[in-house]
């Protein structure tokens, strides 16, 4: 469909024939039926496309998930039952035991704990680097057992924006595909296939849900990657799976290898599935979605002025202020807006935002973002608790720093209560 956004997030996926619900259906069920024992043998060999047990694919969940591959410009995807597990199974689909990659520092705090601490467990080792360095320096931490570099459009919680072509440039002049955490962004705002991104990860559970309603994740691949091109570096890809009867991906299923082999082997060994119940709400949040972030953009901004000229307030970050240090990479992005997250600390250190936010009424403390209703979160004390104030200063994360997600409720409602809280 070459329609514009706002019209994908309508149509694309569930296409319903003559006498077919007008809404998508739940098929809520765990198998499938077939009238010969040939029939079903046929999909065991991925001879045949079809379902037959709902680890491995279900029609309500790949409904939502071709949605979210249309709004990505994407070759083909799949739904996983988090973020966490989306970003997961992005990077262990093309690494294993001795592998390396190299990961952007600022980045999710369960994403720097998945690649540092279990990743690591599993002999994958990470490099995190400072994404704002010149391609030149982040090109010294590549090694010649890396498998992907990878970074998250807006990092969560600090904001700031990845220059997307120059990880793009990094990635592919090493041969290896780069990995986008498109969460913060969401497809409404920035695709970064059209940027040269080779892979797309998502925590639906954020601005797509947008109702905290569901938790949920996406892959995307666009198919662009040819692993046929390294096939010393990518053997899981281009060389014979036994455990599919000695199938290769790459020549089996051309640009949709990645994603079949995501299904068919980590699916399947792993079952990290979406609920046709989750996808379905996951797609009425879809449906919304360009309305709620145009609101969340403009909220967001008025709400950053409004605390960059407060006297109680020691800084803001939030790319789409003027001035800000990621403004001219969002401008050049995400020029119709990046999304209703900003940072900001209160002046007085960390026990003057902790007090700040307890004095708020209608803005909630809670471990969520990128939701309706307005939300705010103390890194350092909540999502990060983990970490060691050198590790948050790696992350880019200061200790007095204050997540706030504006919702979309009023724009005057929600400064109202800032203020209060401030004073
Ligand atoms: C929340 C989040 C994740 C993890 O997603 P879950 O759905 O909570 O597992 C990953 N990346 C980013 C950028 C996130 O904000």
């Keep these: 469909m070459s329609a514009k956004i706002e019209t994908k997030c309508i149509h694309e996926g569930w296409r319903p024939k003559k006498g077919e619900p007008r809404q998508l259906p739940i098929y809520q069920s765990t198998t499938f039926k077939y009238d010969t024992s040939d029939e079903m043998g046929k999909l065991f060999d991925l001879e045949e496309e079809g379902y037959f047990y709902s680890r491995l694919s279900n029609p309500t969940t790949d409904a939502v998930a071709d949605k979210i591959c249309a709004l990505e410009g994407g070759y083909a995807a799949i739904l996983t039952s988090s973020g966490q597990a989306a970003n997961f199974f992005a990077v262990f689909n093309i ?102 991104a080779d892979i797309v990860v998502h925590s639906t559970t954020k601005y797509m849900d947008g109702h905290s309603v569901t938790l949920g994740g996406c892959v995307v691949d666009s198919g662009n990657f040819d692993w046929t091109a390294y096939p010393d570096k990518f053997p899981g890809l281009t060389t014979p799976d036994e455990s599919y009867h000695g199938i290769t991906y790459t020549e089996r299923f051309g640009k949709g290898a990645y994603i079949t082999k995501i299904t068919s082997q980590l699916m399947r060994d792993l079952g990290a599935v979406q609920t046709p119940q989750n996808a379905f709400y996951l797609n009425l949040g879809l449906e919304s979605l360009p309305l709620r972030i145009q609101r969340h953009c403009e909220n967001a901004l008025a709400v950053a002025k409004f605390l960059k000229n407060h006297e109680k307030v020691l800084w803001v970050h939030y790319a789409g202020l003027e001035g800000d240090k990621y403004h001219d990479l969002a401008q050049k992005y995400m020029p119709s807006g990046t999304c209703g997250v900003l940072s900001f600390a209160v002046k007085g250190g960390r026990q003057s935002s902790i007090d700040f936010m307890d004095k708020l009424k209608f803005i909630s403390i809670v471990t969520h973002v990128a939701d309706a209703k307005s939300c705010i979160l103390h890194p350092a004390s909540h999502t990060h608790r983990q970490m060691t104030d050198e590790q948050l200063r790696e992350a880019g994360v200061e200790p007095d720093l204050i997540r706030l997600s504006v919702g979309i409720e009023n724009i005057d409602d929600i400064i109202a209560d800032i203020a209060q809280a401030l004073e």
């Design 95 to 196: 690494c294993e035991a001795g592998d390396h990659i190299l990961s952007s520092s600022s980045i999710y705090g369960g994403t720097y704990n998945l690649f540092g601490v279990t990743l690591k467990k599993m002999g994958i080792d990470c490099t995190f680097v400072d994404p704002d360095l010149p391609e030149e320096e982040l090109a010294k931490y590549i090694k010649p057992n890396t498998k992907a570099v990878f970074g998250e459009t807006i990092t969560n919680p600090t904001v700031s924006i990845l220059d997307i072509e120059k990880f793009t440039h990094l990635a592919h002049s090493h041969g290896v595909p780069l990995i986008v955490d498109n969460t913060f962004a969401t497809p409404v705002n920035c695709r970064p296939i059209e940027w040269g």
